[in-house]
């Protein structure tokens, strides 16, 4: 199998460009190349690393090291001492005074790059998904054995808070504290519900986990049922993942005759068992109240909040709605305690996150790194670069429901938050890679009309707004707009955002306010001159115009 | 009590079948429309005021729900469902050129069923298939890395 064992960055800014730092770059392939390096070094271009005396900058990972001023004769001596040899090139580091706040993060990541971590799909392709015994033999059921034996369900929750795990649907919220909120909620009963409704566009990494590794979501549920004190868990999948279901329903029969699932789980009086349910094929169901709305037998229309799921979920008990791949972070944790996750990841993101890698670059897929990575590493590492060379325009994130990153934040560390003080999101973990070629306004109209086809069409602003927001999105790709259009689209983002009664309409405003902060000389091309600059639109109307 | 055919099965039956596996619990209600909507290739009315009848919910509600979702269809379709994926990651790899060639291929727009019944097109969104993008379904037939190139030979397999 190939792997990446070291990624070396070149400082790519305007000084470090005057000082030379093409020609170091095309050294440093040329030299990796003559070495029989290629297949396991990449080389890339970083952007600004902030001023100082050591441009042009070379950054050599996993090891963190910091080389400047590199003078393209340097290079040789460089690739030879350190990716040959492995060992630091002396007389060439940069003084540690030249490490200024912006690239403080990459010397803090030291040793967690450029390799991939898996803890969500350890397992996944590894272990038969078809027999418990291969997943029994990888460490299975083990975390929940020791929970029910040797911990408290409050012990449970203290660890799960420990960690830092925060859910990874898209929200980042503290698992521990969910987990917390629900134990001390008054009812009857109570539910775990495992959010299966996958359907954020570009992203499949919780299939994957249901296909290839089902026994650890049954796991965690009945962990989680363990530490909230429930005894049922529901686990709602999308209507479309066939297989994933078929795997599931065989994991719970073996769950069940094995004794992992039932009553008196591991000789104590704690019962667990887990239901499908089927979804019908609904993007709004992944909100967590309509998925319970949907498991009641009702339409999947997002309920009113407050009150929230922790107090009143399903069939109005407290409930706990976590998703697939958070799920899947808690065994291991219970298993190594949360002192050996917190060393994974960055400090307020421990752990991995899964990302799928589309669109425009040469190798597509599915990744698991530790939190932290950034948009430009991913490109250059797992993406093995653009397609035919092309330049990189913008990554939209985690599905729909995400942001999109313009070239400036492709060096901005991917944690959840580092990523919102620049005010972007992860999202679910797609990162849809788009080239030079792609037009903004084309791919604003896709995303809008996901947004109206998708909306459940409970509150008006949502209903309409996502509908009128793709006709002016329309009208710009058709060369018919006028420039007052633009301030109609921008306050109907406000009224989206305000006053919409779920995430779907809040976050349709957000490709609409990207495109205008990010792009906003291309949007205007397409009203003033009547010219789409990647002639992706069809500007059908501007022959009428003219007539 | 109905006893009327469709797709040569008899609704009363399909219905009573449906119900017995899933039970007549509210939260039955989806599972049976899915499995009654793949028995008769779609959810006649008939089909929901039995549903209604024997789970004890107003026809009107099972109307409400099996309208909402995109799995399940209160219209006839085609012998040959073809689904296309129209959104982002299949679009901005080709999906575009796709789409409009599969339309013209067909003679079809979004939604429509042809006058022979043998093609219904649909739009759908992401089917989780991205890596493999753009992306297209036919009765459950999963064809990926498709180009406009391709549609003629793999529509042919469907008479």
């Not at chain 1, 972007?424 to 604003?444: I, K, N, R």
Request: charged share 20%.
């Amino acid at each position: 199998m190939e792997t990446t064992r070291a990624l070396v960055l070149v400082s790519s800014d305007r000084d470090s460009m005057e000082r030379g730092a093409q020609e170091v770059f095309e050294r440093l392939q040329n030299q990796v190349r003559a070495t029989g390096l290629q297949d396991e070094v990449v080389v890339t271009m970083v952007g600004d690393v902030g001023r100082h005396d050591a441009l042009p900058m070379v950054i050599v990972y996993p090891e963190a090291v910091i080389y400047g001023p590199v003078r393209p004769d340097d290079v040789p001596f460089l690739v030879e001492e350190h990716l040959l040899k492995g060992r630091i090139a002396a007389g060439l580091q940069a003084s540690t005074r030249e490490l200024s706040g912006r690239i403080a993060w990459l010397s803090a990541r030291q040793g967690t790059l450029p390799a991939e971590r898996r803890i969500v799909l350890a397992r996944a392709g590894l272990i038969d998904p078809e027999e418990i015994e291969d997943y029994l033999i990888h460490d299975g059921y083990e975390a929940l054995g020791k929970a029910l034996t040797q911990m408290t369900p409050a012990q449970v929750i203290d660890e799960v808070s420990k960690s830092g795990l925060r859910g990874r649907g898209g929200a980042g919220f503290p698992t521990g504290t969910k987990w917390r909120f629900v134990a001390q909620a008054k009812g009857d009963r109570k539910y775990v519900v495992c959010n299966a409704d996958e359907s954020e566009p570009g992203t499949f990494k919780d299939r994957l986990v249901l296909e290839g590794d089902p026994h650890s979501i049954i796991e965690a549920m009945t962990l989680a049922g363990y530490a909230i004190g429930a005894n049922e868990g529901y686990i709602y999948v999308r209507g479309e993942y066939g297989l994933a279901m078929e795997r599931l329903e065989r994991a719970i029969g073996q769950a069940r005759q094995m004794g992992f699932l039932g009553r008196g789980l591991f000789d104590t009086d704690f019962d667990f068992d887990i239901h499908i349910h089927a979804g019908a094929g609904a993007y709004i169901c992944g909100e967590e109240t309509a998925l319970i709305e949907s498991i009641e037998g009702k339409r999947g229309e997002p309920r009113s909040r407050p009150p929230y799921p922790t107090t009143h979920g399903l069939w109005g008990q407290p409930t706990l709605v976590n998703n697939v791949e958070t799920l899947a972070n808690v065994p291991p944790i219970i298993r190594n305690g949360a002192a050996w996750y917190r060393k994974i990841g960055t400090k307020n993101s421990p752990g991995t996150k899964v990302y799928t890698i589309l669109g425009n670059v040469n190798v597509t897929g599915l990744i698991e790194v530790p939190m932290g990575i950034t948009l430009r590493e991913v490109i250059a590492i797992y993406g093995k670069g653009m397609k035919n060379g092309a330049a990189f325009k913008l990554a939209q994130t985690g599905g729909s429901s995400g942001s999109i990153i313009p070239a400036s934040l492709q060096d901005t560390p991917m944690d959840f938050d580092s990523f919102a003080r620049a005010g972007v999101s992860l999202g679910s973990g797609a990162l849809l890679v788009c080239d030079e070629d792609t037009c903004v306004v084309d791919l604003a109209k896709v995303l809008l009309n996901f947004f109206r086809v998708e909306s459940c069409g409970k509150c008006v602003p949502c209903r309409i707004g996502t509908q009128r927001a793709y006709q002016i999105l329309d009208a710009v790709s058709e060369g018919t707009a006028e420039m007052d259009d633009l301030k109609d689209l921008l306050s109907l983002a406000d009224a989206l955002v305000g006053y919409s009664n779920c995430g779907l309409g809040q976050t349709a405003a957000v490709p609409i306010r990207d495109i205008l902060k990010h792009f906003r000389a291309e949007v205007d091309a397409h009203i003033a001159l009547r010219v789409c600059p990647t002639g992706v639109c069809p500007m059908s109307g501007r022959q009428v115009m003219a007539a | 009590m109905s006893k009327s055919a469709q797709n040569g099965k008899d609704v009363h039956t399909v219905v009573q079948q449906a119900v017995s596996r899933h039970g007549a619990t509210p939260d039955g209600l989806i599972p049976i429309l899915s499995e009654v909507n793949h028995a008769l290739g779609y959810l006649p009315a008939e089909a929901l005021n039995e549903i209604g009848r024997q789970v004890r919910i107003p026809s009107s509600r099972v109307l409400s729900v099996a309208s909402f979702y995109r799995m399940l269809s209160t219209k006839p379709r085609g012998r040959h469902v073809v689904q296309f994926c129209e959104n982002a990651p299949c679009h901005v790899v080709g999906g575009r050129e796709v789409w409009r060639a599969l339309k013209e291929q067909l003679g079809l727009g979004p939604g429509e069923t042809s006058a022979d019944g043998r093609w219904t097109l649909l739009t759908t969104s992401c089917l989780g298939l991205c890596a493999v993008g753009p992306v297209v379904v036919i009765d459950g037939d999963i064809y990926g890395n498709v180009d406009a190139a391709k549609l003629p030979e793999i529509l042919a397999r469907y008479a």
